[in-house]
């Protein structure tokens, strides 16, 4: 998650819109991760579809953010 932010702060357009991009993408690959390892959702064992619903929850929390903040 500090990877992600980092690559935020230093983004061209502004932080919450990068933060937001980045945060989608990882929503994208860690489910697709988990649909190639044929992990099972929500399993016994934290695993890339929990990391996906995670990442997929601070989203959700940035993009709330970033539509109440006026520009």
């Known amino acids: 998650m500090s990877i992600l932010v980092i690559f935020a702060a230093f ?3 502004d932080f919450g819109r990068s933060l937001g991009a980045l945060l ?3 929503v994208i690959l860690s489910a697709l ?3 190639v390892k044929r992990e099972p959702p929500f ?3 934290l695993n890339y579809w929990d990391e ?3 990442y997929a929850a601070a989203f959700s929390l940035v993009s709330v953010f970033n539509h109440t903040v006026p520009a």
């Open 43 to 45: 399993g016994g064992m």
């Open 11 to 13: 983004g061209s357009v």
């Open 33 to 35: 991760i988990g649909a």
């Open 24 to 26: 989608w993408m990882s």
């Open 52 to 54: 996906a619903a995670a």
